[in-house]
């Protein structure tokens, strides 16, 4: 008898590029919308966003990021997270789902939330390791001022 | 008074002013009096008649405002389905979207789709559709036309209608599922004035109130030509009533027709009249006028009416269509259009000349919009609640933001996460498999059943079945029946010592050799297995695997029955778990709902998610008032619940629900219960989208001859073989390595020697003695492989 038989383990499932990148991006984004929140509102998020570099991410996933990207930036976060639950429910595999609902719970102020979420991405990486090197900036954090995330924020 | 006339000319003016004088007389005194009185009484009489008659004025007018000012009606909440999102690769089979379409009211069509909720299906696999304008939480999604194609049971393309771009989602609007109904069974959609199209208005006016704008709420002209009419007829042919008359009958008054009711009528309209602008009044009139009957729900109002009959929007019907509207109001019921279409045409038709009369249509159209027919849709299929037990959830989780008078009357929208296909297979799997576990099992009779479903990850209730007849109303077994859980316990246990990696791996050898156990000065216990054999040595994943009961009471004496119960609220138990050491064979009760919950963060690898079924609440006009958002947390460390999840899989493949490996192909994983006597009968398993359970017992807690395997298992499965189901797929946590033992012992192995089976181990726990190990022989080696 063999437990591990009927069992899949560790395949490579998602593979996202160099997430300091993508929250360079984001932070620099967020700079950009407190200059000129019009200007950010006439993009496409799409364009500026993380999303289009994660290739691995099927486009109804992809469409639905750029949603709540696009809601996130017009401070509209309760909107942001019905979106990424839409993504989360075709899918719960996907790590970068979850630990953009921390990333709007954080902004939220919900650190609690913000923290689990995290944990719940952490839960689904199989291979990323900046990724789980965010989330766990953000479980680490005791408040929303030491999360790293926002101090960058607050720096630019 | 007058005098009496002379009766003849000849009498002599003297008698007769002797007469005259003497009557004065007599007159003059009784007069005086009478004035007197009169003047006394009546006047007091004349005060009392006006304060009575102001007082009761104020009384009547305070109704009014009342009514108008506040809540006029109380409109029904609705209760939505998901909604079906489409994607590239979503798996879905053509019947289920066609039933979907059905289900939303969508319309069939031969030739291209033309109008929003219409549909065409070309070679049973392409579909063409025109969805409607629909307002979700976040915000309102315009009719859009769509195809898509299906093969091999899976979306293979998603376009838009007349163009080649691809869309990537698209939301379907969601199956109306159930209403929550004010107790006067009234169902209505409000619509405001400017959105009623001109000539529904025009008609009405024309056949029910022309003067309408010119009047005071009474029209005596009107009573005047209804009287004469109905004197010309012998009978009653027309009625003199206003509009704002036949609104304050509907709003204020009683059916009965007295002339007490009549003056009320007429008094309450003429304040109506004076306290609210036209406008209001015949907005009033249009949302509250009742036009029909579906089942138990009276259809108020001409905008919930033009769904009712015709599946359309009341701004998009035709203009005969509005005038059959218009002629319901007469007698909705005489004339029926679905149960009397001549007598409903001849009416439309007399609505159309009366249309044409006041110049709405020309002679041309009058002469085409009669030839038309009816245009009536099918008749909506819901009617009354064929889903109590989901309403009744639905019921208690809102009932922590809304009471029970806010749910029945203020018009909520509530959009839930119920799958209908899966609530629709869940109904289908009960009543098939209960019949037949009564016909196979002799002891097997007066079953009971209640069956979960939830998205495994995100906990949310996709369907939930509470009786074997599902739309039966009343006792909620899912939520309700609270039950001894029997061996379902068994998982937390193992759990509980699996934390303790030091202590506990899955190698470990546990006795299974007789137990006895004091739990009072004079009583023992002496746990049983459930073959009443004893094994000797086990190991701790075959103990679980086989689901052995005195290796598990020993287990959970040695970690301790409050960490247990530690564990057991970790995982999602609210109830309270008593501390006796029966405790560890599920001697303790829970509800179907408590062992999801349970159930639900072994299958999301520790993160409880309450089990929730609301996704958001919208009001009456659509805007969003509450969102109940995916919340998480992580209450078990991911490793220690990898090991058993690893087990439970184990369970699907070789032991007590080993029938499940015949009959999947995909890797699950659950655990059985029975409990003393077989009174319940419990299976909790998932796969990798969802989990389910089910139980199986009778209402009088006698015994159903059935275990955990052989009747909550097999409903189980009945229902899975007619999901989606998606192969569990277990991410192996860091920490976590795999390593070779010897079945027997426990001992290291490697896979090469005869009874090695590979287990996970928390780092660090691994074992360091090595077991003796015997070659696996060629025809072993033939065995292992087609195992």
Known sequence: MQISRNYRSNQTFLQIVPYKQTLFLLLSLFLFTACSPQAVLDKPASGVLPVADSAQLPDVIKTLISQSDHQFLNNDFAGALATLERAVRINPRYAEVWSRMAQVYLKQGKIEQARQHAKRSNSVIKNNDSLRKFNNEIITSDSIEDSSVIQKEQAH | ?787
């Not at chain 2, 006029?72 to 089979?93: D, F």
């Not at chain 2, 809304?402 to 509530?414: A, P, V």
């Not at chain 2, 103990?543 to 020993?554: C, E, G, I, M, Q």
């Not at chain 2, 996970?760 to 360091?768: M, N």
């Open chain 2, 1 to 787: 008074m007058t005098n009496p006339k002379p009766k003849s000319k000849s009498k002599s003016r003297k008698k007769t002013s002797k007469k005259k004088a003497v009557k004065k007389k007599a007159v003059k005194k009784p007069s005086g009096r009478l004035r007197f009185l009169f003047n006394r009484y009546t006047l007091l009489g004349l005060i009392a008649f006006v304060l009575f008659f102001s007082s009761y004025l104020v009384y009547l007018n305070i109704q009014i405002t009342e009514k108008m000012s506040g809540r006029i009606w109380s409109l029904p909440s609705h209760v939505y389905a998901r909604p079906l999102e489409l994607y590239q690769g979503k798996h879905l089979t053509v019947k289920q979207l066609i039933s979907e379409l059905k289900q939303t009211e969508y319309s069939r069509v031969q030739n291209r789709p033309t109008k929003p909720g219409q549909f065409r299906v070309l070679n049973e696999s392409h579909f063409e559709i025109i969805s409607r304008n629909f307002t979700y939480w976040d915000g309102e999604q315009k009719s859009q036309g769509i195809r898509l194609s299906i093969y091999d049971n899976k979306i293979s393309i998603l376009h838009e209608l007349y163009s080649d771009k691809t869309l990537p989602i698209f939301r379907m609007e969601p199956v109306k599922f159930a209403g929550i109904y004010p107790s006067t069974k009234e169902d209505r959609q409000l619509i405001k004035l400017d959105e009623v199209p001109d000539d529904l208005v025009l008609a009405l006016l024309a056949v029910e109130d022309r003067r309408f704008y010119e009047h005071w709420g009474v029209d005596p002209r009107s009573i005047v030509r209804a009287m004469l009419a109905n004197l010309m007829a012998g009978g009653t042919v027309q009625g003199g009533s206003t509009l704002t008359q036949q609104l304050v009958k509907n709003l204020f008054l009683s059916p009965e027709r007295t002339l007490s009711r009549k003056i009320n009528e007429a008094l309450m309209a003429i304040l109506l009249e004076i306290s609210y602008d036209k406008s209001v009044i015949l907005e009033t009139y249009i949302n509250e006028v009742y036009l029909g009957q579906n089942g138990a729900q009276q259809i108020h109002g001409f905008e919930l009416a033009s769904q009712y009959y015709f599946a359309n929007s009341l701004r998009k019907l035709r203009r005969d269509q509005m005038a059959l509207l218009v002629g319901l109001v007469k007698g909705p019921s005489w004339y029926e259009p679905r149960k009397h279409p001549d007598r409903a045409k001849a009416r439309r038709d007399q609505v159309l000349k009366l249309m044409h009369e006041r110049g709405a249509l020309s002679l041309a159209q009058l002469n085409k919009y009669k030839s038309l027919g009816l245009g009536l849709a099918k008749k909506p299929r819901f009617s009354a609640n064929r889903f109590p037990a989901l309403v009744d959830l639905v019921k208690r989780q809102l009932k922590q933001d809304y009471n029970e008078d806010d749910l029945k009357s203020s018009g909520l929208q509530i959009f839930t996460s119920i799958d209908p296909y899966i609530q629709s297979q869940a109904e289908a799997s009960v009543k098939r498999v209960i019949s037949r576990l009564e016909k196979s099992y002799k002891q097997a009779e007066n079953l009971q059943t209640s069956l979960i479903v939830a998205s495994s990850q995100q906990g949310e209730i996709q369907a939930m079945v509470s009786d074997r007849k599902p739309s039966f109303p009343g006792f909620n077994r899912s939520l309700d029946a609270v039950r001894q859980i029997g061996s379902l316990i068994k998982p937390a246990i193992y759990l509980t010592a699996l934390q303790q990696p030091q202590r506990y791996t899955l190698a470990s050898r546990l006795d299974d050799s007789p137990l006895r156990i004091k739990t009072s000065k004079e009583n023992l216990w002496s746990p049983q297995n459930y073959d009443k054999k004893f094994s000797g040595d086990i190991l701790l994943f075959e103990a679980l695997n086989k689901s052995r009961n005195v290796p598990t009471v020993r287990l959970g004496l040695d970690v301790g029955l409050s960490d247990i119960s530690d564990t057991l609220h970790n995982l999602g138990v609210r109830r309270d778990i008593p501390a006796y050491p029966s405790m560890t064979l599920g001697a303790f009760s829970l509800s179907p709902f408590d062992v999801a919950n349970m159930y639900q963060t072994f299958a999301a690898n520790g993160f409880n998610v309450p089990l929730k079924v609301i996704r958001e609440v919208l009001n009456k006009d659509g805007r969003p008032l509450k969102r109940y958002p995916l919340e998480s947390e992580k209450t078990i460390d991911e490793k220690s619940i990898y090991l058993v999840n690893r087990v439970l899989h184990q369970v699907t493949q070789t032991g007590t629900a080993k029938s499940l490996a015949n009959l999947f192909p995909q890797s699950l994983a659950g655990k059985t219960g029975t409990t003393d006597d077989l009174r319940d009968s419990w299976f909790a398993g998932f796969s990798d989208n969802q989990l389910a359970v089910t139980w199986i017992g009778r209402d009088d807690n006698a015994s159903t001859g059935l275990t955990g395997s052989s009747g909550a298992l097999r409903l189980w499965s009945d229902l899975f073989a007619h999901l989606n189901v998606d192969s569990l797929e277990m991410i192996q946590p860091a920490g976590v390595n795999n390593v070779w033992i010897d079945a027997e012992s426990g001992g290291l192995s490697n896979k090469n020697c005869l009874g090695a089976v590979e287990l996970p181990f928390i780092q660090g726990s691994e074992p360091t003695e090595k077991a003796e190990c015997k070659s696996v022989g060629i025809i072993d080696q033939i065995k292992r492989f087609f195992k």
